[in-house]
């Protein structure tokens, strides 16, 4: 059984073949896909999806890349969606939010500024309704640590993480797992190889980041999450385990990760 953490599934790539490609990602060993949010534009589309397909769940949250068109409406929104969404069983994290110092106009210092606010409401959402989150930490892994030390969340994932060992130490000691994917099937991608092969197996979970972040025998075509398993396969050949054994392990993190998610398996 392998859970993909982190899946745009409500994405117009796949439009209105999204509950398909669940079916397909399922057939191929999914048990679980979670879709994260990035906006208020689609918390009930993501939440929608998730109703129609039996492996999958969401996340709400706001993006920090949605950040510089959102308003402050949104966020009472956000809060006043995931209260009404804790009855609903499918529903297992903040996400996706985090902080973004890679694209340019991101980086401005107004825009830094309300990514930082943003980010921080946001955990302190998680925080009062004790649930996790789903951080991206697009070259902003010290800052978004910052933040996390601050404003505690109940855990969650470092998604598509990329830093250096000591910024991942310092995650997994806070009680973060960190999200592994597609890229680090590129010979190139060094020290992302470096990261998925040497930390703990304990702190490390499998995602696609689909339709993006394609492994190297799809890209660049789109990504998806039946793609998952040949991901997980990859990396368990990288750590000298069998598939079954990486499945197993990378599973138990992420329930672990995500103790909503737990109860919806039935784990």
């Known amino acids: 059984m392998w859970i993909d953490t982190h899946c745009h599934l409500d994405a ?3 439009g209105a073949a999204a509950p398909t490609v669940a079916a397909r990602a399922r057939d191929a060993g999914v048990s679980m896909i979670v879709i994260p949010a990035v906006e208020r534009a689609n918390f009930d589309a993501v939440a929608q999806l998730a109703a129609t ?9 706001i993006h920090p890349i949605c950040v510089p068109r959102a308003s402050e409406d949104d966020l009472t929104v956000l809060r006043a969606k995931v209260e009404a969404a804790l009855g609903d ?3 297992v994290a903040i996400g996706e939010v985090g902080l973004d110092f890679f694209i340019p106009m991101l980086c401005e210092p107004a825009m830094r500024e309300k990514q930082d606010y943003f980010f921080r409401q946001q955990l302190r959402i998680a925080r009062d309704f004790g649930l996790p989150v789903l951080m991206h930490v697009r070259r902003s892994q010290d800052q978004v640590l910052k933040h996390v030390r601050q404003i505690a969340p109940g855990g969650g994932i470092a998604h598509a993480f990329n830093g250096s060992f000591q910024q991942a130490q310092a995650f997994i000691d806070l009680g973060f797992k960190l999200g592994f994917g597609g890229a680090m099937t590129f010979t190139r991608a060094l020290q992302i190889r470096r990261l998925a092969t040497t930390l703990p197996m304990e702190a490390i979970v499998l995602e696609t980041d689909a339709p993006d972040i394609a492994p190297a025998w799809v890209h660049p075509a789109r990504n998806s999450p039946e793609q998952l398993p040949a991901i997980g396969a990859a990396l368990a050949e990288m750590r000298a385990m069998t598939p079954q054994a990486l499945a197993f392990a990378t599973t138990h993190n992420a329930l672990a990760a995500l103790p909503r998610l737990a109860a919806l398996s039935g784990a």
């Open 12 to 14: 117009h790539e796949f």
């Open 53 to 61: 397909a039996p492996n999958a769940s969401y996340a709400l949250g």
């Open 89 to 91: 069983p499918r529903f």
